[in-house]
């Protein structure tokens, strides 16, 4: 059986790292000539964005044999901005080579880089570079490393040098007790052993040489194919996505370690087939028709794949440390719409999942998260590569979470008529770090098991926003308590609307606390100047150990929150004169040390976000009314408190009651649009169409805030009598009910559902013309990630595709509420009979099925065609 082994190679930018991949791969007869960056002739960066820099952007894979052992060698990028791309490989290696430069104190990213293979568990060898430059001491260079990363480094060159050989085995004595046995009884150490303990990270050899001149490299070779221990993997198909990329052609690749079983072209994934098995070296590729496990390689075929995922018998998720902690507003060139400037960067951030990209409804603004200025210079090279267009990144900001201190209940409720569903979860805090977890608590008798799925999916399905500053929640464990649901009334759509709300109304109700980003940094500085770095440290809300010493400097290791370190090292340039330097990673959120002065500045109103309201919706007389959310717990329909006064541990009559709480004082109940999403949507339809401002919408009023009450007469002289003013006629279309109730439109759709689309579009532009209403027609795009949504004018009809997390029905409903109020239109809805679009208040509205329409437009073309205006 071959043996295969995945390595990566991991160094702080400038080390020599691509060099010693070309260094590699010639001594391993893969290069005729050797490659250097500086002659922009390498085989791993071959990107042009990659040699204009010269420094490695994307992971990249080459493979070699060595000692008969095939080495699938994955080259890293360097540079600190692009270290999630570097994570994201560490995932997938088997062994590491940790690169040093001799000529280069050891720097604060390489520490990171040792933290972060000591978190993965990754067997790793140090590669010490360029110790052919001036100066360089071999021996003081040794102690140093051993001081500053681990006690366990044993220099591996010293193995074949007899006169050396009674230190080496001392040093590998100290590094085990089993060895440390081995060498009291025997006086040597065997390679088993020394195996053992490299494999469990409790030896890490250490390779003088230069890559440059090929000096060290065989024998870095030698250690790892000779020390690493071959697993043995499951027979069940399983794997890992790392990466995902586009060839020159634009087909999407995803990256993959197979990690169980093998993979054959034609495989199904899913509901998807792998149409090619590619392996890489470097830009070049051979397909193959089988894959075997352990190793790396590239499918084409898979569109529904994404960076994290598990396939097959695969499980388990790894949460990635090195996340970005700035956001970014994005500007598209006068060129390009905002809404396909959106769709663009999701695009890319298939490929960059650590872009974050979000659209900010209330702004119209694009906003990206990023690690550096570095990553904003490639973005937009990238972006217009890929798509002919230039966009501008600025107005760089912190990332804040937010998380609560106490577990609380939240409610939510969604009864427009004909609509029903209940929804009650306990949010709970988790300790920092733990992200968002999910559990239930209800049994079938309370709740279906398909409701309490839906549940949880719609928990999954976006990024819920605390009620501070409205930034991401986490750290929360959301657990299903209960619910309701009507056999007739309730659809999928009600249970999304009931789960968000019970978030939101839950948190309304919660302490919450900001969180912000804090880094671990690395300072080192001259040791004169210790006394002025430990006090800004001190003055920027930092911590931090006492000094080490390091031949004339000393290095300062602590935390500190991002917002006040994040660009120390421009200060630290100028006080230290050019000889400090100062390293960080993101060591995680903690509670914000200004969350007051923060949550000032930003002004979120909890109660002003329209998209996520905390508000209930319950019907009675046959209407649909809004209830805030410190009343929502008294107008339940579902009795929850027993079950959470046993899951918090507090008696019933301890555990807050949200009825007693009020507003927020100085804020008023009511908001005007607080559901009316699309207002701005159906404004721009009656100014195009009748030329309409905005002060002649009149804005839906919800009973409960506002009463309806009858106009009082005073003096009945004062009311002349005026013409009935001609009503305008509107038609809202629900296009895919329509479409799936029509036989010929589903019987194209079944084959090509933009055909059915886009023959419905033809068929409602021919009615519109020939009766002369307003038609708008409506698709439904709510699963479409991040999607901001769309009002297109096709020929004389309005075509609609709804944003993210909105239905056709949603949509539908708003609109006819907003203009139901204008009192001067008619308006006609045309859906499905399985579902029944809610009509609130029905002002003039009237529902059609979906056979009733298509029956009318037959009746109309007949009739067209009878009077001879058509052939």
């Known amino acids: 059986?071959?043996?295969?082994?995945?390595?990566?190679?991991?160094?702080?930018?400038?080390?020599?790292?691509?060099?010693?991949?070309?260094?590699?791969?010639?001594?391993?007869?893969?290069?005729?000539?050797?490659?250097?960056?500086?002659?922009?002739?390498?085989?791993?960066?071959?990107?042009?964005?990659?040699?204009?820099?010269?420094?490695?952007?994307?992971?990249?894979?080459?493979?070699?044999?060595?000692?008969?052992?095939?080495?699938?060698?994955?080259?890293?990028?360097?540079?600190?901005?692009?270290?999630?791309?570097?994570?994201?490989?560490?995932?997938?290696?088997?062994?590491?080579?940790?690169?040093?430069?001799?000529?280069d104190p050891i720097s604060g990213h390489t520490f990171t880089l040792w933290k972060l293979l000591e978190s993965y568990s990754i067997p790793t060898i140090i590669f010490v570079n360029k110790i052919d430059m001036a100066g360089f001491d071999r021996q003081s260079f040794y102690s140093r490393i051993k001081n500053l990363l681990s006690d366990n480094i044993v220099d591996f060159d010293s193995y074949s040098q007899d006169n050396k050989e009674e230190k080496f085995y001392d040093e590998l004595s100290m590094c085990d007790e089993i060895m440390m046995e081995e060498y009291l009884e025997c006086g040597s150490i065997s390679v088993e052993n020394m195996r053992s303990a490299y494999n469990n990270r409790r030896l890490f050899p250490l390779i003088f040489g230069s890559a440059l001149l090929l000096d060290g490299v065989d024998r870095l070779l030698n250690c790892l194919t000779g020390l690493y221990t071959f697993k043995e993997y499951k027979e069940d198909f399983s794997a890992r996505v790392y990466k995902i990329s586009r060839d020159a052609s634009g087909r999407r690749l995803t990256h993959i370690k197979l990690t169980g079983g093998k993979l054959k072209v034609r495989d199904k994934i899913g509901d998807e087939k792998v149409d090619q098995i590619r392996i890489y070296n470097g830009a070049q590729f051979d397909t193959v028709d089988e894959m075997n496990t352990p190793d790396v390689c590239v499918l084409t075929g898979l569109e529904k794949c994404f960076v994290g995922d598990r396939l097959g018998k695969e499980s388990g998720y790894v949460r990635p440390l090195m996340l970005p902690i700035l956001s970014y507003r994005v500007t598209p060139d006068e060129r390009e719409d905002k809404a396909v400037c959106f769709k663009n960067l999701l695009l890319l951030s298939e490929e960059l999942p650590e872009l974050n990209v979000t659209w900010q409804e209330a702004s119209s603004e694009i906003h990206i998260s990023v690690m550096g200025d570095v990553q904003n210079e490639i973005l937009k090279r990238m972006y217009h590569d890929r798509f002919d267009r230039y966009i501008s990144i600025d107005d760089a900001s912190i990332v804040y979470k937010e998380t609560i201190s106490h577990a609380v209940h939240g409610i939510g409720h969604y009864e427009p008529l004909r609509h029903y569903s209940e929804v009650h979860l306990l949010i709970s805090p988790l300790p920092q770090g733990s992200g968002i977890e999910y559990d239930t608590c209800v049994s079938p008798d309370e709740l279906d098991t398909n409701w309490v799925r839906l549940i949880l999916s719609h928990l999954k399905e976006k990024k819920h926003r605390g009620v501070l500053t409205g930034s991401e929640l986490t750290d929360v464990r959301y657990t299903v308590i209960g619910g309701r649901a009507h056999a007739k009334h309730t659809e999928g759509g009600d249970f999304r609307q009931s789960t968000y709300r019970a978030v939101r109304q839950g948190l309304m109700s919660a302490e919450s606390i900001l969180l912000e980003p804090y880094i671990d940094f690395t300072l080192r500085v001259p040791t004169d100047q210790v006394g002025r770095a430990m006090t800004d440290i001190k003055k920027y809300e930092g911590s931090f150990e006492p000094p080490q010493n390091d031949l004339e400097d000393s290095i300062i290791r602590g935390s500190a929150p991002a917002a006040t370190m994040f660009n120390y090292s421009r200060e630290l340039s100028t006080y230290s004169r050019g000889r400090g330097s100062f390293s960080f990673e993101i060591s995680g959120y903690r509670p914000c040390h200004n969350m007051a002065e923060v949550t000032e500045a930003i002004a979120y109103d909890p109660e002003a976000d329209t998209e996520n309201p905390s508000s209930s919706v319950f019907c009675s007389h046959g209407a649909g009314y809004v209830v805030p959310w410190y009343e929502v717990n008294k107008n339940a329909h579902v009795d929850c408190s027993d079950k959470v006064a046993a899951l918090t541990g507090n008696a019933k009559d301890e555990y807050e009651d949200?009825?007693?709480?009020?507003?927020?004082?100085?804020?008023?109940?009511?908001?005007?649009?607080?559901?009316?999403?699309?207002?701005?949507?159906?404004?721009?339809?009656?100014?195009?169409?009748?030329?309409?401002?905005?002060?002649?919408?009149?804005?839906?009023?919800?009973?409960?805030?506002?009463?309806?009450?009858?106009?009082?007469?005073?003096?009945?002289?004062?009311?002349?009598?005026?013409?009935?003013?001609?009503?305008?006629?509107?038609?809202?279309?629900?296009?895919?009910?329509?479409?799936?109730?029509?036989?010929?439109?589903?019987?194209?759709?079944?084959?090509?559902?933009?055909?059915?689309?886009?023959?419905?579009?033809?068929?409602?532009?021919?009615?519109?013309?020939?009766?002369?209403?307003?038609?708008?027609?409506?698709?439904?795009?709510?699963?479409?990630?991040?999607?901001?949504?769309?009002?297109?004018?096709?020929?004389?009809?309005?075509?609609?595709?709804?944003?993210?997390?909105?239905?056709?029905?949603?949509?539908?409903?708003?609109?006819?509420?907003?203009?139901?109020?204008?009192?001067?239109?008619?308006?006609?809805?045309?859906?499905?009979?399985?579902?029944?679009?809610?009509?609130?208040?029905?002002?003039?509205?009237?529902?059609?099925?979906?056979?009733?329409?298509?029956?009318?437009?037959?009746?109309?073309?007949?009739?067209?065609?009878?009077?001879?205006l058509v052939h």
């Open 1 to 103: 059986m071959e043996k295969t082994l995945v390595t990566g190679l991991v160094a702080h930018v400038d080390s020599g790292k691509t060099t010693l991949a070309e260094g590699i791969l010639y001594t391993c007869g893969k290069k005729r000539e050797l490659g250097r960056v500086d002659h922009k002739d390498t085989l791993l960066d071959n990107t042009d964005i990659e040699r204009e820099r010269g420094i490695t952007v994307f992971a990249k894979q080459a493979r070699v044999t060595h000692n008969e052992v095939n080495i699938t060698l994955l080259d890293t990028p360097g540079h600190v901005d692009f270290s999630a791309e570097m994570e994201r490989t560490l995932q997938v290696i088997d062994t590491a080579v940790l690169l040093v430069s001799g000529d």
């Open 658 to 868: 949200v009825t007693a709480l009020k507003p927020i004082e100085n804020r008023p109940a009511y908001r005007q649009g607080e559901m009316s999403i699309s207002l701005e949507e159906i404004e721009r339809i009656y100014k195009d169409t009748y030329h309409k401002s905005s002060e002649e919408l009149t804005p839906y009023r919800y009973i409960g805030y506002e009463s309806k009450k009858k106009p009082v007469i005073k003096n009945e002289k004062e009311y002349v009598y005026k013409p009935k003013q001609k009503k305008e006629r509107y038609l809202l279309v629900d296009g895919y009910n329509i479409i799936f109730a029509s036989e010929k439109l589903s019987a194209i759709a079944d084959n090509n559902l933009d055909g059915a689309r886009d023959a419905l579009i033809d068929i409602c532009i021919n009615y519109q013309g020939s009766m002369g209403m307003t038609l708008i027609l409506v698709f439904d795009a709510y699963k479409v990630k991040g999607n901001p949504g769309s009002v297109q004018k096709v020929n004389n009809i309005y075509v609609v595709y709804t944003k993210e997390a909105e239905t056709a029905d949603q949509y539908i409903e708003k609109t006819v509420h907003v203009m139901a109020n204008s009192k001067n239109c008619d308006i006609m809805v045309a859906t499905s009979d399985r579902l029944e679009q809610m009509i609130i208040y029905g002002d003039g509205a009237v529902r059609i099925s979906a056979l009733e329409f298509m029956k009318m437009v037959e009746e109309e073309s007949a009739r067209l065609r009878r009077d001879g």
